[in-house]
């Protein structure tokens, strides 16, 4: 069982910045993909951004060259790093924990908010 923590959401105006943060607990073991996930009102959840156990990335289109995700897992948590928001990023944001295993089993955050707006 993987508990995760989220913090950073909030309103900001296009063109600023907000750091979300990802705090997990619980089984945090073996090989692992921690990402951010996203879902506006009445559309699908995408994937934002994911970083596997050896730090490599890979970020949805929209996001490229303005986000960066990143991890430290010393202290079991995930990073996204938001620059030059647009009122299209405006969502709710999950982190994910995604475990390397036969199981492949998620576990997810309980979402925070992101809005961008004048």
């Known amino acids: 069982q993987v508990q995760l923590v989220e913090s950073g959401g909030g309103l900001v105006q296009p063109g600023g910045s907000l750091k979300l943060s990802c705090a997990a607990s619980?089984?945090?073991?073996?090989?692992?993909?921690m990402g951010w996930y996203r879902q506006a009102p009445g559309k699908q959840r995408e994937m934002v951004a994911i970083i596997g156990s050896g730090g490599r990335t890979n970020y949805a289109d929209s996001v490229k060259g303005r986000f960066t995700i990143s991890r430290d897992n010393a202290k079991n948590t995930a990073y996204l790093q938001m620059n030059s928001l647009k009122p299209e990023d405006t969502a709710v944001y999950y982190c994910n924990h995604r475990k390397l295993d036969l199981t492949g089993y998620d576990y997810w955050g309980q979402g925070t908010q992101v809005t961008v707006s004048s």
């Open positions: 619980g089984s945090i073991f073996g090989v692992y993909v």
